[in-house]
């Protein structure tokens, strides 16, 4: 492709934010796929809209799109940022949605630009940001990893409960903060720099945390409440991932329940005894465990047969699937989850592809 091109129309532009030092600023960066590959006009459409919220928001920004992905940068007030990430995060316009970085920044680098767009490499800038993105860690969620399996955590609830009150909201903190460090432990691990018992310690705290900051949590109207089953695959001892998805599902509308089943027996007797629309099996947030996937397709299936409910709809999740980007298929599920905060929208599209 020719070199850089920005559109021709002022769309992005904006008149340059105030650098208050009194407004904390933080960066996002996230890269995507198309669903289906946008027209010149298709493109300039989704950047005329998408500037003129960022430019309400105070969002600053830039987006690449070539060879039908995406890699966009934004900068803004924490709490812009998460409403605008929620909305992204949700646009089926694009699929294997990935943060890569998330920390707050002492300046803006787009302060004129709404959101700059451009379609071709070769822009020194573009190609700079976009390297250092895509191999810079997601600095925050790391030091939160650090600070969790401290012998002192307070700094951890510290940070969490700092980034709350600037995200203010749960699912952004989830997404953006909770299941990378999450992650990190598991990195963290796989490097030798911390043992298996630092890790389920570190996911407890994190898990401990959240509910602290979610008690006061509002519970969403929902049109038509599922009844969902959430646990753990049985024989997982990681259980942050699954307490994050009820969490998210409850806060989405949904009548949830969450079980501990230590066994394929114990899970299926629940599924015997009480009605669910839905079940969402979860690996561990932190390791990727892909020699469990066999495990978890035998489950499903035996699930599937036990159940009370014939058309019951399976959710399967973990770090497995979030790096792997695997299918439903693949473990006889109907939908796999990468973020608690898009359970609520795969159960809805699971759901509907049942019905
Ligand atoms: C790749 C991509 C990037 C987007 N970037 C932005 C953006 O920077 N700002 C924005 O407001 N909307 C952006 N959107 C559009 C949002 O996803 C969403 O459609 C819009 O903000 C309306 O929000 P709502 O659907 O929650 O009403 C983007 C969409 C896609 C597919």
């Given at each position: 492709m020719a070199g850089p091109r920005t559109t021709a129309h002022n769309a992005g532009t904006t008149r340059g934010h105030d650098q208050s030092a009194a407004t904390p600023l933080m960066t996002l960066t996230y890269r995507s796929r198309a669903t289906t590959p946008?027209?010149?006009?298709?493109?300039?459409?989704?950047?005329?809209?998408?500037a003129a919220r960022n430019r309400a928001e105070s969002i600053t920004g830039m987006m690449v799109y070539n060879d039908d992905r995406f890699f966009q940068w934004l900068e803004g007030p924490p709490a812009s940022i998460a409403r605008i990430w929620s909305s992204i995060s949700r646009d089926t316009r694009h699929a294997d949605i990935e943060a890569l970085s998330v920390h707050s920044a002492p300046t803006r680098l787009f302060a004129n630009w709404s959101l700059k767009l451009t379609t071709g490499q070769g822009d020194p800038l573009i190609d700079d940001l976009t390297a250092a993105a895509m191999s810079s860690t997601n600095t925050?969620?790391?030091r939160l990893a650090a600070l969790v399996i401290a012998t002192e955590p307070t700094e951890a609830r510290l940070l969490l409960l700092a980034a709350?009150?600037?995200f203010r909201s749960i699912s952004a903190l989830t997404e953006l903060l909770i299941e990378p460090a999450a992650r990190c432990l598991g990195d963290l691990w796989a490097d030798d720099d911390c043992g298996e018992y630092d890790v389920t310690l570190g996911l407890c705290r994190l898990q401990t945390f959240l509910r602290e900051i979610?008690?006061?949590s509002v519970q969403q109207q929902h049109a038509h409440p599922l009844v969902v089953l959430v646990a753990p695959l049985p024989g997982e001892i990681h259980m942050l991932g699954a307490?994050?998805?009820?969490e998210a599902l409850w806060q989405a509308g949904h009548e949830t329940r969450i079980r501990f089943p230590s066994t394929e027996q114990a899970l299926k007797q629940i599924v015997a005894t009480d009605w669910f629309d839905a079940i969402d099996l979860s690996l561990s947030p932190a390791f990727t465990r892909e020699h469990r996937a066999d495990q978890m397709t035998h489950i499903i299936d035996a699930v599937r047969r036990a159940s009370m409910n014939p058309s019951l709809v399976v959710i399967a999740g973990g770090r497995a699937f979030y790096d792997r980007r695997l299918s439903g298929a693949t473990v006889h599920a109907d939908a796999t989850s990468t973020s608690a905060a898009h359970l609520p929208g795969d159960l809805a599209r699971a759901h509907r592809a049942h019905a």
């Open positions: 946008l027209s010149e006009s298709q493109l300039g459409d989704l950047q005329h809209s998408a925050a969620a790391e709350h009150a600037e979610a008690v006061d307490s994050l998805d009820a």
